[in-house]
Protein backbone atom coordinates (compact mmCIF):
# COMPACT_ATOMS: atom_id res chain seq x y z
CA UNK A 1 0.00 0.00 0.00
CA UNK A 2 1.53 3.41 -0.73
CA UNK A 3 2.26 5.75 1.86
CA UNK A 4 2.72 9.49 1.54
CA UNK A 5 4.73 11.53 3.62
CA UNK A 6 5.29 15.57 3.92
CA UNK A 7 8.49 17.32 4.82
CA UNK A 8 9.71 20.76 4.88
CA UNK A 9 6.95 22.83 6.42
CA UNK A 10 8.01 25.36 9.14
CA UNK A 11 7.88 28.73 10.51
CA UNK A 12 8.91 31.57 8.06
CA UNK A 13 8.02 35.49 8.20
CA UNK A 14 6.59 37.32 5.37
CA UNK A 15 8.13 37.39 2.09
CA UNK A 16 10.13 34.29 3.04
CA UNK A 17 9.90 30.50 0.85
CA UNK A 18 9.89 27.21 1.53
CA UNK A 19 9.64 23.99 -0.19
CA UNK A 20 7.51 21.19 0.43
CA UNK A 21 8.26 17.93 -0.27
CA UNK A 22 6.18 14.73 -0.68
CA UNK A 23 7.38 11.19 -0.77
CA UNK A 24 5.56 7.88 -1.51
CA UNK A 25 6.64 4.76 0.08
CA UNK A 26 5.44 2.54 -2.82
CA UNK A 27 4.77 1.93 -6.09
CA UNK A 28 3.00 4.61 -7.90
CA UNK A 29 2.40 5.42 -12.29
CA UNK A 30 3.59 8.27 -14.51
CA UNK A 31 -0.34 8.99 -14.92
CA UNK A 32 -1.18 9.61 -11.49
CA UNK A 33 -1.91 13.03 -10.41
CA UNK A 34 -0.11 14.61 -7.54
CA UNK A 35 -1.83 18.07 -6.11
CA UNK A 36 -0.66 19.89 -2.71
CA UNK A 37 -3.87 20.73 -0.62
CA UNK A 38 -3.87 22.92 2.40
CA UNK A 39 -6.82 23.86 5.52
CA UNK A 40 -5.99 26.39 7.84
CA UNK A 41 -8.17 26.37 11.40
CA UNK A 42 -12.22 26.55 10.77
CA UNK A 43 -12.05 26.58 6.81
CA UNK A 44 -12.32 24.40 4.36
CA UNK A 45 -9.50 22.31 1.98
CA UNK A 46 -8.46 23.85 -0.94
CA UNK A 47 -6.70 22.54 -3.67
CA UNK A 48 -3.41 24.85 -3.96
CA UNK A 49 -1.90 23.20 -6.98
CA UNK A 50 -1.62 19.77 -9.10
CA UNK A 51 0.40 18.53 -11.65
CA UNK A 52 -0.40 16.03 -13.87
CA UNK A 53 1.49 13.19 -16.33
CA UNK A 54 1.91 15.43 -19.21
CA UNK A 55 3.54 18.28 -16.98
CA UNK A 56 0.40 20.34 -17.18
CA UNK A 57 -0.47 22.69 -14.02
CA UNK A 58 -3.01 24.53 -12.17
CA UNK A 59 -2.47 26.48 -9.13
CA UNK A 60 -5.08 28.44 -6.79
CA UNK A 61 -5.38 31.94 -8.29
CA UNK A 62 -4.05 33.37 -4.80
CA UNK A 63 -0.48 31.55 -5.21
CA UNK A 64 -0.29 32.12 -9.17
CA UNK A 65 3.43 33.57 -9.99
CA UNK A 66 4.39 32.35 -5.97
CA UNK A 67 3.88 28.95 -5.66
CA UNK A 68 5.28 26.08 -8.45
CA UNK A 69 4.46 22.36 -8.29
CA UNK A 70 6.87 19.94 -9.96
CA UNK A 71 7.13 16.00 -9.62
CA UNK A 72 10.11 13.44 -9.91
CA UNK A 73 8.27 10.17 -11.12
CA UNK A 74 11.70 8.23 -10.54
CA UNK A 75 11.64 9.02 -7.06
CA UNK A 76 7.77 8.91 -6.74
CA UNK A 77 8.12 12.22 -5.30
CA UNK A 78 6.03 16.13 -5.65
CA UNK A 79 7.37 19.10 -4.71
CA UNK A 80 5.96 22.91 -3.98
CA UNK A 81 8.40 25.56 -3.95
CA UNK A 82 6.57 28.33 -2.31
CA UNK A 83 8.09 32.16 -2.61
CA UNK A 84 7.12 35.63 -0.94
CA UNK A 85 5.00 33.67 1.45
CA UNK A 86 2.37 35.63 2.94
CA UNK A 87 0.55 34.81 6.17
CA UNK A 88 -2.54 34.17 4.52
CA UNK A 89 -0.72 31.17 3.61
CA UNK A 90 -0.52 29.57 7.02
CA UNK A 91 -2.05 26.54 7.24
CA UNK A 92 -1.35 22.52 6.61
CA UNK A 93 -0.20 21.14 3.31
CA UNK A 94 -1.06 17.93 2.48
CA UNK A 95 0.15 15.75 -0.57
CA UNK A 96 -2.42 13.79 -2.38
CA UNK A 97 -1.28 11.22 -5.39
CA UNK A 98 -5.01 10.22 -7.26
CA UNK A 99 -6.23 8.36 -10.53
CA UNK A 100 -9.92 7.11 -10.95
CA UNK A 101 -10.61 5.47 -7.97
CA UNK A 102 -7.14 5.20 -6.24
CA UNK A 103 -6.52 8.26 -3.73
CA UNK A 104 -3.63 8.59 -0.70
CA UNK A 105 -3.31 11.13 1.39
CA UNK A 106 -0.12 12.25 3.24
CA UNK A 107 -0.78 13.17 7.23
CA UNK A 108 -0.12 16.97 6.54
CA UNK A 109 2.84 19.11 7.18
CA UNK A 110 2.66 22.96 9.49
CA UNK A 111 3.16 26.10 7.45
CA UNK A 112 3.42 29.19 9.06
CA UNK A 113 3.68 32.79 8.12
CA UNK A 114 4.55 35.11 10.48
CA UNK A 115 6.77 38.18 11.65
Not at 54 to 82: A, C, H, P, W
Request: hydrophobic share 35%.
Amino acid sequence: QVQLVESGGGLVQPGGSLRLSCAASGSIFSHFVMGWYRQAPGKERVLVARIFRSGGTEYLDSVKGRFTISRDNGRNMVFLQMNSLKPEDTAVYRCRFYWGSTDYWGQGTQVTVSS
